[in-house]
Each structure stands twice: as C-alpha cells, then as structure tokens.
C-alpha cells in the first residue's frame, strides 16, 4: 500500500493506471479540491469560493493542486464537479427571463400547485411566486386525450405568434408542456422544431424531453425550472471548460448530479433539474462507500459547511433516494410528507435534510430576544469577524475560535484567524445584549447551531420511523467533525466517524461515483393485470436508449448495469413508489411494494395495485475510480501533542487544558478531552469520549 500523500492524511487509494483524476466541490465559504494521482497518492487543497464568478475559485484551485502533486496539466484525465450554480440561481432568482407556452386553459397549473401548504397552522407563510409570471404563460389550441389519441390539432400559426409575443419581451428561454404530451409527444416535438428554426436565439425545453411522465403541475413545473436555470449552468459550463483548456486541461468535465452519480457536462447543460442539488449528494455516496470499507452499514451521513449543514440516511448500506423533492429557502427537508413548499423538480436525488447552518452562520438577537443562528451566511466575502476581511457580524466560526476548539488558520494556512476581532463581535452583538461574559455568549452560540443541525438529523431518522441510536454519524465537511460528537449526545448515537479528509470527503465522494442515466415510460394500468410482453417490449426499447446514453459517455457494455424499477401505488392514489421490476415474477413485485409502502406509511391497504410508469437506470461503473477499501497508514514521528490549549467545554466542565494532536502524527487511541488538527478540518474529542483510528486514517469516536 502506498501512502497518503497530502498535507493532512488520508486512507484511499485508485487502481494504478487510473490516471489524474481532480474533484471539486464549490461551498459557500470554500471550494475543495482532491487529485488522486492513479499510483495511489491523494492531494487536497481549499480555496476561497468565488461567489461572483464560480470558476475563478475552481481553476485557481486547480492550478495549485497539479502543482502541489507535480503533475502535467495534460495528464489529467478527467475533472469531477459539483456545483451549486444551479441551487444558487433558485435561491438568489437570477436565472434567465423564462417563459411557458401551454394548452389552452391550463396556464395557472404552475401557479395553482397542488393546493397545500408545508405547514397547516403557519398562517405567515407565504406561497413563493412562480418562475414564470402570469404574463408570460401563455396558451395555443391543442388537445391530446389521456389515451394519446390526438382530440385537437396543434394550432402551429398560433404557437409562432405566442412565442414571437414572448421573444419580443425579451425572454430568452421558453418552457414547452402541453396536456398528456407524456402519452403521445407529437406536439410538443412539433413545437420545440418550430421553434428552434423560427427563433433559434431562444433555448427551448420541452417536458417530454426532460419528465415524460404523468401529473402536469409536476412536469410543468420540473421543465419551468430546467428552462429557468438551463441558460445560467451552461454559461457556467462554458466559462469552466475554456477555463480548464486555458491551463492544459483539455479532459472531459464530469457534473454530479442530485442523485449522487455522474454525467457529462453536455448532460447537464440540457438537462440542468437533475443537478439542482449537485455536489451535496456526492458526500452522502462517499459515506455509504466507507461505511462499505468499515463494514457499517446504518449511517447518519451529516455535512456541515460553511453556509449549511444536511443529514442524510444510509440503511443497511442503501442511501435513502425520492423520485422528487422541492427546493425551498431556509430549512430543506425533501419528505415525502411535506409538500408546497418550494419549487417542484420531479427528479431523483438523494433524500437529503437541510438547514441553513453552517460555520458562517451569523449570529443575531431576534426582535423577541432571543438568541438565533442562520440561515443568513457570512459567507466567503466577506467571511467571519475572525478572517479579517470585512466581516464584523458574529458567526460559528468566531464562537468555536473563542471557545478554543479552533486553531489559529484555517485551510491548511491559507486563512488566518483573528482571536480578537472574534470576541469583539461576540461581545458587542452578543455577550452585551444578554449581560453575559463573550465565553459563555459564544457557548450559546455553538448550542443553538448544534439544535439546529439535530433538527436535520431528526428529520431523516425520528420522522422516518427510524431510530438514530442504532446508527453511526458519519462526520464530514469542513465543520462537520468540530459539533458531530455533541450532536451525538444529543440524539443519543453512541458512535460517530470521521473520515481520513473530512474537509473534501464530498470532492472524494465525486471520484468515488459512477455514471447514471436515467429512462422514464408511461405504463397506467393493474398489476395484477400486467402484460409481461408489453412491458418487455417496452423495456427494451429503454434498454437500447440507455447503452447507446452511455456508450456516449464513453462507457463500455461490460461496465454497463441496467436496472429496471416500476412505479405503483393504491387505486385512486396519487403518489407512487418505485420498486425494483422483475420480469419473470410480478408477484416479487407486488410483495416489494407492499413491503416499502409499509416502510414509508407504516400500514398497507388491500386494495388494487396500480401500475404508473417503468423506468431503467443505466449505469456506468467507472473503472479506477476511488475505492475506499484501501490505504495506508502513516508510519514513524512523534505522537506527542503538537500543543495544549484551554478549550470550554460549557458550565458543567468549564475550561480544560486539552491536547492539540497532529492528524498525521495522531495515536492509534485517544481518550478526550483531545482536538486533533488537519489541513482541512478539525476533529473534537469532547471529555468522555474515546477515539481509535484506524489503518486507513479514519477516526471511529465512541460517546460514554
């Protein structure tokens, strides 16, 4: 085994004559970045994100971290992205000027929803407004039955007057879902070439090429968001790929998607929905592949960074995965029980719990007096009072500073703290408002943030029906390792594991994914009476798609797994579950279905089962890709701590004279209270909790 080669460990290594490969990973505070150098060698660095212009923080980093592993830009094979370009353009509402041609009488779908709310007693709760304004959703005469049979011919004179209306009030990309076009797609298909050659200035996205699938205001509103933030990824896209060219890296640009796999950036710049969520899913992949290595199958993966933090479920070594969520500001808890709250994208993902707490988080007296944390971020300009740049409002990261569970820099150097421009914020917003001592003022601060982030940990166990006590946290981010133990006490989890980087396990996890495609039918009718022959017809064809997707992709048949799902539900229901389809034995599929809707709603009907759509997964599985089965151990310097700080523990402990441990040149066990320091985070070993590491760098921490 070789080594770990970087600054602060590790424990992974690639199958020689892998090739470079480079993750990235743009946060809110910080842009991460690994290269495995296909010998085995791993090399990470962290550079400040670059809010206004994404790519410049992505190829600055880029350029130090071939330097750092001494390879030639030409050798890199290829370059791994997660980004949030895609979820910031939502959140912030700057995505291109969009509009949406429908059927006849249908231009309030959008708007109408589903006719609920998240929260049934919220009366301040304001409904967010569409993407696309009343006056821009505009109607042409077409009529498709439910059947597919053509009831009114689309009005092609019509649909180039409408659209000539929308491009001559400057909108430049147009949303096309008209009524059952799932069933039959030949208008829609006609309109999208009409156009594209009377208007081919303007990007149009039309429903049967992004969600061909039953119940419009989901695929309406699944197509407005990809026209919406289709224009925005791919100028992104562009400016990167010049970019990486500019420097000597001519590879192929993988994105990650929100379901945690990979695909090409041509994908994503048409298909830009499936990766809203791109890059956070990436980590929840990485934690499933270690818990894999370690033999742990039930994880609590949680993330915390410097703008959010998000908890998702890995059960007997399965992510927990949705067919849909919505994107919303604030708390993010895509539940298949809470609805209407944001915009609906009908797209897998990873089930994933979000809260607007992160290490940049800034802390503030409410107007009732009380003490809050999030969502509004600090961010990486101008950052924390303790970076110096600008920041004067408190944060996490001035709190833990205080308290002493950081060290003096930050990213391996490159960012240095500030103890006292921390306490004066702390003192100032916090500790004087209060009539309490900065200490005890930034304590408080650590304890609402840790609620805060237990809220999201609650959201993918307790209201799932699963109890947190059975499994292992699984601590990454840069911010991760500093709160996980404390969060495990609160939730009573009596173990917590913390990766050999935590601070770019979510760049590692990228390497560590394989390419997905993804293939949907329309397939209403009864289990019970299923044409076998039909839907085997059916699913060749989406067979045939899917290789001919992933030959593109540059994949090899024998590296190719398809698989078949099918979504049913209960007579005169409207949401599905997608089972795993077994051809030759419907009955497997039936008991399947029964078995996971009693796992999702805790009882099952008797009623008739009704079969909604087929879909396929292809996927690719990438040779030489990041296996986290193998590494090594750093051998030979001192094990003595590398210093002694006073760290609070809160009231009941006070302040300790904690150890302060290299990662690199750490004990193979510890008993806190210890902080043990890397290049890109740091772990918290709080009194009353031991730590043993592993071979491969990973720290398995154990609460009394």
């Known amino acids: 085994m070789t080594s770990f080669q970087g600054n602060d460990g590790g424990g992974t290594s690639q199958g020689a004559g892998a090739g470079v490969r480079i993750g990235v990973d743009i946060g809110g505070t910080f842009t991460d970045l690994v290269l495995a150098d296909g010998h085995g060698g791993i090399f990470h660095r962290k550079v400040s994100s670059t809010p206004s212009a994404p ?63 998240p929260s049934m007693f919220d ?118 790929e010049q970019g990486l060219n500019a420097v000597g890296v001519s590879a192929p640009l993988l994105v ?27 980590g929840v992949v990485g934690g499933a592949r270690l818990g894999e290595a370690v033999e742990i199958g039930d994880l609590v993966v949680f993330d915390m960074g410097g703008t959010t933090a998000s908890a998702s479920l890995v059960q007997k070594g399965e992510l927990m995965r ?14 298949r029980f809470i609805k209407a709250g944001g915009y609906m994208m009908s797209v897998p993902t990873v089930d994933v719990a979000e809260v607007g707490s992160g290490a940049g988080s800034i802390a503030y007296v409410d107007d009732g007096g009380l003490m809050r944390v999030g969502p509004i971020s600090a961010g990486a300009d101008p950052g924390p009072a303790c970076y110096g740049a ?55 601060v650590r304890e609402v943030v840790n609620a805060n982030m237990a809220r999201a940990i609650r959201a993918v166990t307790v209201e799932r029906g699963v109890d947190p006590r059975d499994f292992t946290l699984v601590a990454i981010g840069g911010s991760g390792p500093v709160h996980a133990a404390d969060i495990a006490r609160q939730l009573s989890m009596p173990r917590v594991l913390v990766p ?47 290789r001919a997707a992933l030959r593109a992709e540059g994949l090899s048949d024998a590296d190719m797994v398809l698989a078949p799902e099918m979504d049913l539900r209960f007579r005169g229901q409207e949401m599905a579950l997608a089972v795993p389809y077994r051809a030759a034995d419907p009955a497997a599929v039936r008991a399947a279905f029964l078995a996971a809707y009693e796992a999702t709603y805790s009882y099952v009907s008797a009623d008739i089962i009704e079969t ?54 750490c004990p193979a066990q510890l008993v806190g209270p210890a902080i043990i320091e890397g290049a890109d985070s740091t772990v918290v070993i709080p009194p009353d909790t031991s730590a043993v590491m592993d071979a491969h760098l990973n720290l398995l921490l154990t609460l009394a």
């Open 55 to 117: 790519e410049a923080a992505v190829l600055e980093g880029v350029k130090a971290i071939i330097a750092d592993a001494g390879v030639a830009a030409s050798a890199v094979r290829e370059v791994v992205h997660g980004t949030t370009v895609g979820s910031n353009t939502l959140l912030q509402k700057v995505g291109a000027p969009t509009g949406l041609i429908t059927t006849k009488g249908f231009r309030d779908v959008l708007e109408i929803g589903r006719l609920r709310t």
């Open 123 to 240: 009366l301040q709760w304001e409904k967010p407004l569409p993407l696309v304004p009343r006056r821009h959703r505009l109607e042409v005469h077409e009529r498709i039955a439910a059947d597919g049979q053509v009831l009114v011919a689309l009005d092609e004179a019509e649909l180039l007057n409408v659209a000539g209306e929308l491009v001559a009030a400057g909108l430049t990309s147009i949303a096309i879902c008209f009524l059952n076009s799932y069933r039959n797609p030949v208008h829609e298909r006609r309109a999208e070439a009409l156009l594209a050659q009377h208007f081919p200035q303007v990007q149009v996205t039309s429903s049967v090429s992004v969600l061909p699938e039953a119940k419009e205001y989901e695929r309406t509103s699944t197509t407005v968001v990809n026209a919406y933030v289709r224009p925005v990824l791919e100028r992104y896209l562009t400016n990167l």
């Open 256 to 282: 990650c998607n929100s379901n945690g796999a990979l695909a090409s950036s041509l994908t994503a710049r048409e298909k830009p929905v499936f990766f809203i969520s791109s890059g956070r899913a990436a």
């Open 322 to 335: 949705v067919s849909e969520y919505e994107f919303r500001a604030g708390i993010s808890t895509p539940s």
């Open 390 to 444: 600008g920041g004067a409002r408190p944060t996490v990261t001035d709190a833990n500073l205080l308290l002493g569970y950081l060290p003096a820099t930050l990213a391996g150097g490159a960012r240095a703290l500030s103890i006292e421009a921390a306490r004066t914020a702390i003192t100032r917003d916090l500790a004087a408002p209060f009539g309490l001592e900065a200490r005890d003022a930034a304590f408080g």
């Open 500 to 546: 050999a980087s935590p601070g770019v396990f979510t760049a590692m996890g990228m390497l560590a994914g394989d390419v997905e495609r993804y293939f949907i039918r329309p397939l209403p009718g009864r289990l019970d009476a299923l044409d076998t022959e039909a839907v085997a017809a059916l699913l060749e064809e989406m067979q045939t798609e899917a």
């Open 612 to 665: 909604v759509s087929l879909r396929l997964i292809g996927r690719g599985l990438r040779p030489g890709k990041l296996d986290f089965r193998t590494g090594a151990r750093v051998e030979g310097g001192a094990e003595l701590p590398i210093a002694m700080r006073a760290v609070y523990f809160g009231a009941a402990r006070g302040t300790l004279e904690t150890p302060v441990y290299d990662r690199l040149r």
